[in-house]
């Protein structure tokens, strides 16, 4: 089967996987201008098994190309469904080139794509060293809200032992002091969330940054960063 029409199957299945409520919900917590099937994504895990299943023989540059060309078709669930082929495919990310990842970021206008896309390829490629701390700076300068957040998220990666992460204080540091400013809902709960991941590798790097920056801070980021400081929750 080739790339095509193995893209063409994936696309039957997701349709068959179809739910409604799923659709409605999905409608309202994550638009953007992608069509939005409607399937859950363990529904879509299990499509991925099948897609692992059938591209088992395909060469690593086989199995780029059918994450690059799901992420061409304007269905959301596509580009959901090739971020997660790739979580389970590290021999694939490990030799990604940034043209490649970028091809991959085709439409990152929601908080769902942006932050898988982030956690399971961009901040991964960061750790490993395809793409270096001038690249992830670049995005946190960009206009568009989404390539901001996703320089943010892709901190998680760099400091989450599940996604081999052994800590990063430093960079990690030098993205959430750039944007401590930026009091948009989606910049928000990303610093938030990068803070929190940290603290489990670094928890008096955390610490001192909140106290730090507490004068520019959003309260949200203060309450919720605190809270897991002391708690170990974000809400209590």
Not at 78 to 90: D, G, I, V
Not at 139 to 158: E, F, G, Q
Request: with cysteine.
């Amino acid at each position: 089967m080739n790339t095509q029409k193995l893209v063409n199957q994936i696309i039957y299945e997701l349709k068959w996987l179809q739910d409604d409520k799923r659709k409605a919900s999905a409608m309202g917590n994550f638009p953007g201008k992608l069509e939005i099937i409607g399937v859950s994504s363990p529904n879509i895990k299990k499509v991925v098994i099948k897609v692992r299943k059938t591209t088992n023989s395909w060469t690593l540059q086989q199995k780029t190309a059918l994450a690059i060309n799901l992420t061409q078709t304007h269905y959301h669930e596509c580009h959901h469904l090739a971020y997660y082929f790739l979580e389970q495919e590290p021999k694939v990310i490990n030799v990604l080139t940034i043209d490649e990842a970028e091809k991959l970021a085709a439409c990152l206008d929601n908080w769902v794509l942006t932050d898988t896309y982030s956690t399971f390829i961009l901040g991964v490629l960061w750790k490993i060293g395809t793409v270096d701390d001038q690249y992830i700076h670049n995005l946190l300068k960009s206009d568009d809200l989404w390539l901001k957040r996703c320089a943010v998220v892709s901190t998680v990666p760099l400091n989450q032992a599940s996604r081999g992460g052994k800590g990063d204080s430093k960079r990690t540091i030098e993205v959430c002091r750039k944007v401590v400013n930026d009091h948009r809902p989606m910049i928000i709960k990303a610093l938030s969330w990068a803070l929190r991941v940290l603290i489990r590798r670094d928890k008096k790097a955390a610490e001192n940054f909140i106290q730090t920056n507490a004068a520019y801070l959003h309260k949200q980021v203060i309450r919720e960063v605190s809270n897991k400081l002391k708690t170990g929750l974000k809400n209590p």
